[in-house]
């Protein structure tokens, strides 16, 4: 069964600073790993998925690598904002079944 | 509409009740999922549509809960006799994708509260 763990599991910065969420998951065999946010009291929002092939994927400020092999992915934020504080999750789409497999996530807090 | 509609985004229920959470996806949309999200948790898959067909309902957590997309659009979660550890976020997502590898879009979801 597919486990995911994320660390930390809360992340205090002031802003501006470059900071990185880290992801690990148990069954290397994943179709792809998607990186969701999600503001209080709201649903999730998906920032990047990376295919089980690629490295990386980039949007805007944000970077997230796949290491398949060693079961990580990391989500690299860069010049953090007050606007990037919530919870971020990590979900692992396992290669036998069409379930999306969450961590628990980090809960981001940027400080102006 | 622009995104997945889920209502009502609150319930309280009193142990005992039937509830009924909907959800309309994305106008298209082929797949469907609901996952249930328990404060500080992660979501948990419960089932999953193509089009009208329910093709996984392993996570639904007991045979108090039952889903349906007839028309294969808006779907309706029920639970039945609700007990106090089904209070939790529902949360409904479409994906155009049939081969469900495409980007899951999620409404806010329906927050259960049963006192």
């Known amino acids: 069964k597919q486990e995911v763990t994320q660390i930390p599991a809360a992340l205090s910065v002031p802003e501006g600073e470059n900071l990185v969420l880290n992801c690990s998951f148990t069954d290397s065999a994943i179709y792809n790993l998607q990186w969701f946010r999600q503001d209080p009291g709201k649903g999730l929002t998906s920032l990047l998925l990376i295919q089980s092939s690629q490295r990386e994927q980039t949007s805007g400020r944000l970077n997230a690598s796949l290491d398949k092999s060693s079961g990580r992915s990391t989500l690299y934020i860069a010049a953090s904002q007050p606007g990037d504080s919530a919870t971020y999750l990590c979900?692992?789409?396992?290669?036998?079944?069409?379930?999306?497999?969450f961590g628990k996530g980090t809960l981001l807090t940027v400080n102006p | 509409g622009a995104g997945v509609s889920q209502s009502p985004r609150y319930k309280v229920a009193k142990r005992g009740q039937d509830v009924a959470l909907r959800c309309d996806p994305i106008s298209g949309h082929v797949s469907l999922f609901w996952y249930q999200q328990a404060l500080g948790q992660g979501p948990e898959f419960l089932t999953y549509?193509?089009?009208?067909?329910?093709?996984?309902k392993s996570g639904l957590p007991s045979d108090r809960f039952f889903a349906e997309r007839p028309e294969g659009s808006v779907s309706t979660l029920k639970i039945q006799r609700t007990q106090q550890e089904d209070s939790a976020v529902y949360l409904c997502?479409?994906?155009?994708?049939?081969?469900?590898?495409?980007?899951?879009?999620f409404g806010e979801g329906s927050r259960l509260t049963v006192l």
């Open positions: 979900a692992a789409l396992g290669g036998s079944n069409y379930k999306l497999t």
């Open positions: 549509f193509q089009n009208e067909a329910q093709l996984d």
């Open positions: 997502a479409s994906s155009l994708s049939s081969t469900h590898r495409g980007e899951l879009f």
